[in-house]
Structure formats: C-alpha cells, structure tokens
C-alpha cells in the first residue's frame, strides 16, 4: 500500500520547436502510475509542452492555442473528469528565444 505521503508519481514532456531554438520540458502529475500512461495525458503532455512553447509561458488562465473557447484550466479539468483523479501540471521549463 502507497503511504499518504509519498509523492504523486510523475511523467516529464518535451517539445523542441522545429527551428530548433525553443524548447519545453513539462511535468504532470497524476495519483496513479496508471493515469500517466494513458493516451489522454500522453496528448496533454504533448499539447501543453507546445502549447508553452508557443506562448512563451505557462498560466491556467491563458486562453488554449488549440481552442480559443477554451482556458488552460478547462483542458486539464476535462482530463481530470475523463481519468476521474487529479492531474497537477507541476514544473514547466522552457528555454531558448
């Protein structure tokens, strides 16, 4: 049995831009190692990392560059509903110009 406080198991995503000068290393989290392999969070790794990249940041309230009806945060509570256990977009890194 997992203890309460161990922490959330985690996948790490990427994105490089195709000119090769910006990039983006994402980190979710979700409660079940399970969750982290689905196709669901693979495609929202994916999405986020580009979406990042593209936007130059990362806020929840960003309006989603997939979906201009939709925010961040509407994206990931779609998920969290879909898996029906959290999902924490944790760490996000992006480098270059």
């Known amino acids: ?6 922490p959330m198991p985690y ?4 994105y490089v831009h195709h000119n090769r000068k910006i990039a983006s290393l994402v ?6 190692d399970f969750a982290l392999r ?5 495609d929202l790794g994916k999405k ?3 979406h990042v990249v593209a936007s130059g940041k990362f806020d929840l309230e960003d309006t989603w560059i997939l979906n201009d009806s939709l ?3 509407d994206v990931i509570s779609d998920i969290q509903d879909q898996l029906g256990e959290p999902v924490i977009v944790d760490d996000v ?3 270059g110009n």
């Open 27 to 32: 980190t979710i989290r979700c409660k079940t």
């Open 93 to 95: 890194h992006i480098s």
């Open 48 to 50: 986020i990392s580009m």
């Open 71 to 73: 925010k961040v945060k």
């Open 11 to 14: 996948a790490i995503f990427s």
């Open 38 to 42: 689905t196709d669901l969070i693979k």
């Open 1 to 6: 049995m997992k203890n309460i406080n161990d």
